[in-house]
T-cell receptor, first 113, second 113 residues
Framework: AQSVTQLGSHVSVSEGALVLLRCNYS??????LFWYVQYPNQGLQLLLK??????LVKGINGFEAEFKKSETSFHLTKPSAHMSDAAEYFC???????????FGAGTRLAVHP | ETGVTQSPTHLIKTRGQQVTLRCSSQ?????VSWYQQALGQGPQFIFQ???????GRGNFPPRFSGLQFPNYSSELNVNALELDDSALYLC????????????FGPGTRLLVL
């Protein structure tokens, strides 16, 4: 069975500060891992994905994530937060193409001036 | 833009009624999945359709049913609505060749009174 744990339901940073959103996963097979962002009253937008290629994955809007098998982690980072980054972020895992996505509970990112 | 559209955007129903939600994706997106996102939670997998046949189901009762059509559109039907069915319903589709990646529509927000 697969599962995702996102540590910290709320994260608050200052504009220009480092963003670090934590995701740990559990999977019995090599996983596919994803980060999605959700702005208020909208659907989910794909930020980046890991599909067993490079362990450091670069996504849109300056975000990146590193797959660490030994730590079963896939943390999301951005060097410098922008006000427009304020949103809900979801980490998700799947086991295979056309498999269901298992989501974490989400982390709400607030960015202060 | 993911090319996935959903209708309606909002819907209000009363307990016991039936509802049909619609999703449309682009040519080549032969897999469609539906998710339920309750307020403050991550999305939960309802079911998936691949080439117009159900290809997996989450922990949802049979009153949740669906269809996928040859024109890359899909429906989610919910019978005998309950108050707990109030949620954001998300449709996601995958493109042939990259089926591990799901692109989400904007969602339909359903309120059951």
């Amino acid at each position: 069975a697969q599962s995702v744990t996102q540590l910290g339901s709320h994260v608050s940073v200052s504009e220009g500060a480092l963003v670090l959103l934590r995701c740990n996963y559990s999977s019995s097979v090599p996983p596919y891992l994803f980060w999605y962002v959700q702005y208020p009253n909208q659907g989910l937008q794909l930020l980046l994905k890991y599909t067993s290629a490079a362990t450091l994955v670069k996504g849109i809007n300056g975000f990146e994530a590193e797959f660490k098998k030994s730590e079963t982690s896939f943390h999301l980072t951005k060097p410098s937060a922008h006000m427009s980054d304020a949103a809900e972020y979801f980490c998700a895992v799947s086991a295979a193409p056309r498999d269901k996505l298992i989501f974490g509970a989400g982390t709400r990112l607030a960015v202060h001036p | 833009e993911t090319g996935v559209t959903q209708s309606p955007t909002h819907l209000i129903k009363t307990r016991g009624q039936q509802v049909t939600l619609r999703c449309s994706s682009q040519s080549g997106h032969n897999t469609v999945s539906w998710y339920q996102q309750a307020l403050g939670q991550g999305p939960q997998f309802i079911f998936q359709y691949y080439r117009e046949e159900e290809n997996g189901r989450g922990n949802f009762p049979p009153r949740f049913s669906g269809l996928q059509f040859p024109n890359y559109s899909s429906e989610l039907n919910v019978n005998a609505l309950e108050l707990d069915d109030s949620a954001l319903y998300l449709c996601a589709s995958s493109l042939v060749g990259t089926e591990e990646t799901q692109y989400f529509g904007p969602g339909t927000r359903l309120l059951v009174l």
